[in-house]
């Protein structure tokens, strides 16, 4: 390779690399388990949950009939959704050494399992999931809440 093809290589290597890290700092967390027919839809592209699958602010969480969902967020909550379950992420900041904190989940319909992580424990009146009929704003570290048609 000559010099100005080194430079080219090197130079689209690193703009691969940094879109990569930048996608990945837009990651809140990713799906753990999944059971039946289970989906994520981001960005109006729906995709069948697996593991590993990762989620993003906005991020639509549907289970079926059939359906279970598990997910973990950045800063280690935990949730669990049981079936004929629909959640949001409508907000999400994971910022600890700049005291940005900030989880707003919507509760459709369905069963949620909610196991506090770093947020909740640092800056409890920073969670909420919101439901139909109310607002559960989360002040233990963890909880089921069940929403009917």
Known sequence: ???SSNCVFLLALSLLAFGAN???EDTIGFVKTAQGNATVT???????A???TPLYLGSI???GRDGGLGVTLRDNTVMSFGPDT???IDEYLYKPAKGQLKLAANLVKGTLHYI????????PEAVSVNTPTGI?????????AKVED
């Open 136 to 144: 559960i704003g989360v002040r233990g570290t963890r909880f089921v």
């Open 1 to 3: 390779m000559s010099l």
């Open 116 to 123: 506090s992580g770093v947020i909740a424990k640092l800056k």
């Open 50 to 52: 697996e593991p590993g």
């Open 22 to 24: 930048a996608a990945s």
């Open 86 to 88: 629909e959640v949001t």
């Open 42 to 48: 981001t960005r109006q592209q729906q995709v069948k």
């Open 61 to 63: 969480l549907k289970t």
